[in-house]
T-cell receptor, first 113, second 109 residues
Framework: DGGITQSPKYLFRKEGQNVTLSCEQN?????MYWYRQDPGQGLRLIYY???????QKGDIAEGYSVSREKKESFPLTVTSAQKNPTAFYLC????????????FGEGSRLTVL | GQQLNQSPQSMFIQEGEDVSMNCTSS?????WLWYKQEPGEGPVLLIA?????ELTSNGRLTAQFGITRKDSFLNISASIPSDVGIYFC?????????FGQGTRLTINP
């Protein structure tokens, strides 16, 4: 079945370590997004990509990096420069031309020890 | 930038009650989407609205966005325990998608 797969579901990291969260979609969607969600909060945009080999900063890009080498994949790296990385991370995608119908992955919960 | 205000922030209701929540924006939008997020999961699309003033239903859910295209509501009739979660509205701004802050629904059995 088509969908978006995020991994890992849970991740623990020591301070000072970089971690990479995987996001893979087989929906043939052009646009992909990374959001951060904190307890009791809404979704905040980290990075987005509308086409392969191109991506744009969102509202809270500092301390994060992404790549978009393949249409299916949009990994997010949480670097040691991110001051408060403990959060729930959501990846999403949508096709071109369909206004706003985002499909989400199941999320990755990152905890910094 | 675009602002999207969602209310109420939280709701505590009894099972069987009807629920109503809404979103208002500072600008006009032609597409409004409503999502539900259960704890520890990603949001799932409930209803997509493309035509102002038209009522759209999905089972016990009903949604509409207004003629002014600056607001939308979502109603849930006869709530059941599995309706618990956070409900988000979403609109498409200039090159970005804008989410409401979410309405957290809690149901007492």
């Amino acid at each position: 079945d088509g969908g978006i797969t995020q991994s890992p579901k849970y991740l623990f990291r020591k301070e000072g370590q970089n971690v990479t969260l995987s996001c893979e979609q087989n929906l043939n969607h052009d646009a992909m997004y990374w959001y951060r969600q904190d307890p009791g909060q809404g979704l905040r945009l980290i990075y987005y990509s509308q086409i392969v080999n191109d991506f744009q900063k969102g509202d809270i890009a500092e301390g994060y990096s992404v790549s978009r080498e393949k249409k299916e994949s949009f990994p997010l790296t949480v670097t040691s420069a991110q001051k408060n990385p403990t959060a729930f991370y959501l990846c999403a995608s949508r096709p071109q031309g369909v206004a706003g119908e985002l499909f989400f992955g199941e999320g990755s919960r990152l905890t910094v020890l | 930038g675009q602002q999207l205000n969602q209310s109420p922030q939280s709701m505590f209701i009894q099972e069987g009650e009807d629920v109503s929540m809404n979103c208002t924006s500072s600008s006009i939008f032609n597409t409004w989407l409503w999502y539900k997020q259960e704890p520890g999961e990603g949001p799932v699309l409930l209803i997509a609205l493309y035509k102002a003033g038209e009522l759209t239903s999905n089972g016990r859910l009903t949604a509409q966005f207004g003629i002014t295209r600056k607001d939308s509501f979502l109603n849930i009739s006869a709530s059941i325990p599995s309706d618990v979660g956070i409900y988000f509205c979403l609109i498409q701004g200039a090159q970005k998608l804008v989410f409401g802050q979410g309405t957290r629904l809690t149901i007492n059995p």
